[in-house]
């Protein structure tokens, strides 16, 4: 296995403690966005929360300021969420939610991983960190 160029900070336990309890395959989705988000942002920062089942990732480890997206296992689906999704274009309607700023895609499938269109929507929510202008 590629060893990812990601940088771990903060919160309470490891990735793999944060999606543990999910079923394989989700575990396996989880792994496969985490590299997604790797490739997108070499030298990333991750910030795991076991005890939400929760990973925040981003330029540093504050939360709503220096996070851009989170990963959040489930029994059927691994959420691929976006702070400021609310702020985004989604020209493919794949963003679900309805709060002020947040927004996310059910990853259920790895091809879903593949589409040029998540992989846009998580580089341009890289790019995206108004708490930071």
Known sequence: ???LNIKTVGGNGTFDDVIAAAPA????LARAARALLADVMPGI????????KIAGYGIGPKKMS????????F???????????ADLPDPEGLLEGAGKELRHIKIRDAEQLESPAVRLLVELASQHLPKLK
């Not at 689906?77 to 400021?84: I, T």
């Open 45 to 52: 920062t991750e910030v795991p929360w076991a005890r939400q």
């Open 25 to 28: 395959e989700i575990q396996t």
């Open 75 to 85: 029994k059927k689906h691994l959420n691929l969420g976006f702070l400021y999704g």
């Open 66 to 73: 220096e996070h851009f997206c989170y990963l959040a296992p």
């Open 1 to 3: 296995m590629t060893e």
